[in-house]
């Protein structure tokens, strides 16, 4: 369990990384600006607890799974947000005024597109981990 955390951890950064960076080419920034907090390594590698949830769902249709996925990921990023904001007085990201579409500045809805995606991702990760690195219980 410890690896497949850290493994997450580290996806999640470096997706996260790539994300950031993609988004500043975007907005013509040539630098390409990345970044990331170090609070999202810890949050990215609860992601060893939706393998549960992905083999209790892995026969449904795609759609159900891509939805479960967007509700799972905003309520993750929704509570763990506010937790740090609450401990801290400031969540890692502040999507006040960004989009019509944010919730208390801790979830955007019009990124559940992305989430749908991600959530595909994580689940071709996870069973990468168990099949062919035989992660299942490290």
């Given amino acids: 369990m410890k690896t497949r955390f850290f493994i997450y ?11 950031t960076g993609f988004e500043s080419a975007l907005s013509g920034d040539p630098r390409l600006t990345a970044h990331t907090y ?8 609860l992601a060893v607890f939706l393998e549960p949830l992905h083999n209790a769902i892995r026969r449904y ?15 993750l990023e929704y509570s763990t947000g506010g937790l740090i904001r609450l401990i801290t007085g400031y969540s890692p ?9 944010e919730i208390h500045g801790l979830i955007r809805l019009d990124m559940a597109p992305l989430w749908f995606i991600t959530g595909f991702i ?6 990468y981990l168990t099949r062919r690195l ?4 490290r």
Avoid at 9 to 19: R, T
Avoid at 38 to 45: A, E, R, S, V
């Fill in 9 to 19: 951890g580290l996806l999640g950064w470096g997706l996260e990384v790539f994300w």
């Fill in 38 to 45: 170090l609070w999202m390594f810890p949050i990215y590698g």
């Fill in 61 to 75: 249709p795609w759609f159900i799974r891509g939805m479960v996925w967007v509700l799972v990921i905003f309520a």
């Fill in 93 to 101: 990201w502040n999507y006040s005024g960004t989009s019509p579409w």
């Fill in 122 to 127: 994580f689940e071709q990760v996870h069973d």
């Fill in 134 to 137: 035989n992660l299942q219980g």
